[in-house]
């Protein structure tokens, strides 16, 4: 239960933060230098995930077989479809299947 409680507090308090956000600048125009800054934010996620997967605790890189190969092909997807979403689904998409592979 406490588990439980603990989950709904954090996703109120997330939506809270998101939707303070959303509705203070809905009538607001955004200036085009944070639009601009705002590109890379998808790109910075990715790149965030991506070394989370292969940094150890220790601090080495730990690259195996799914991991190249969701890399690969993410890298593929990435530079033909220019999507954000389907790089992610796709590469993890590929990981998933690779490590269940092995």
Known sequence: MTGLLAAFI???GTYLSRSIFILSLARRRIPEPVLVALQFVAP????SLVVAVLIRDDGSVAIGV???AA???GGVV???SRSHIL????GMGVYWIVRAMT
């Open 10 to 12: 954090v996703g109120v």
């Open 44 to 47: 910075a996620v990715l790149a």
């Open 66 to 68: 799914p991991e190249l």
């Open 71 to 73: 890399l690969v092909t």
């Open 78 to 80: 990435a530079n033909r």
């Open 87 to 90: 790089t992610l689904v796709v």
